[in-house]
């Protein structure tokens, strides 16, 4: 595993990052917790030692399943939390009787995709100072930690980046700051746009956006400019929400995929490199010098051990990113 520096916090973190908003919550498939913590702790015997996460992510599981791999080894690790979002009532009760549930529904088979859209509820966001601080307590709970390294605020949406109220959620973030609560604060961006909204931010360690080889608004000067500020760059979506993978047809991703003219144009691309579509993407994105750490969803040992041997392939060539750049 090779490292990066992390913008202006002198950290050096892994280049691949491990996401997860894939482990934890009511409907997770796969062996649940005990799956979960194994592939996090084979993720840091292979290097990896960032760890991105969210108050929001399998209600709540996530930030628990890291907290408990990591109890052990914890200043071995950097753990980026989110905050912003709230649960909704129905939500909030699931987390209470998960441990009874989780039988039944692996039982029956029920998965996200199949639960009506009425049982979930209305999520909402709330960034003023006071919601930021109980999140973050109840985020330090679920870690099991005294501390998070980098507390990002879960995408604001542009009118909140333009005005005043987030001025004191990230005041609220220096406080615990100094409190030794959190290390450093940042913001993951809902969209790459929004980056120029928050440079001029003061306190700001990182940004967090979608790039790929399917997003790639970020190279028209969003990396430059943020990079100007000595500004961490955490990456998401690289594998295109698993567009990339080599299961899906012409014809899924006609009904799936509005991008999907450029889903086939990176997969005869790579075809013609004898590269799979996910490896050359992941090389296209880690050939890319100012983002800091990739991250990656991973649920199972058997993605995070396909994910390394992406990692793990050679970089590409000028001709092969040119190639997949061609439109």
């Not at 090779?2 to 950290?11: A, I």
């Amino acid at each position: 595993m090779r490292y990066r520096e992390f913008g202006k916090t002198g950290w050096r973190v892994s280049e691949i990052g491990f996401g997860g908003a894939r482990i934890g919550g009511l409907l997770a498939q796969d062996g649940g917790r005990a799956t979960s913590i194994r592939t996090l702790e084979t993720a840091f015997d292979g290097g990896i030692n960032f760890y991105d996460t969210a108050d929001m992510y399998g209600q709540g599981e996530s930030e628990i399943l890291i907290g408990k791999a990591f109890c052990k080894k914890r200043d071995k690790v950097f753990i980026a939390t989110k905050g912003g979002y709230c649960l909704p009532a129905r939500k909030r009760l699931v987390q209470f009787v998960k441990p009874l549930a989780k039988p039944i529904v692996r039982a029956i088979g029920l998965r996200r995709a199949t639960v009506p859209a009425a049982l979930s509820g209305t999520i909402s966001q709330d960034f003023s100072p006071g919601y930021l601080r109980k999140a973050v307590e109840a985020s330090l709970r679920r870690l099991g930690s005294d501390y998070i390294d980098l507390y990002q605020i879960h995408s604001p949406p542009q009118e909140q980046l333009r005005g005043s109220q987030l001025q004191d959620a990230l005041a609220l973030l220096a406080r615990l700051k100094a409190e030794g609560k959190i290390r450093e604060y940042g913001i993951a961006l809902d969209s790459v746009g929004d980056a120029a909204y928050c440079l001029d931010m003061e306190g700001i360690a990182s940004l967090q956006m979608a790039f790929g080889l399917m997003d790639l608004e970020a190279l028209d000067g969003v990396f430059d400019r943020v990079s100007k500020y000595s500004c961490a760059i955490i990456t998401r979506g690289c594998f295109g929400a698993g567009a990339l993978k080599q299961s899906l047809t012409e014809a899924d991703l006609r009904a799936i995929e509005p991008k999907w003219p450029r889903v086939l144009q990176i997969k005869r691309a790579a075809e013609r490199m004898q590269r799979s579509p996910l490896e050359a993407a992941l090389q296209f994105s880690l050939g890319i010098e100012r983002i800091s750490v990739t991250i990656l969803g991973m649920r199972t040992p058997q993605h995070l051990q396909a994910n390394l041997q992406y990692y793990a392939a050679k970089p590409l060539s000028n001709e092969e990113k040119s190639e997949l750049l061609a439109h």
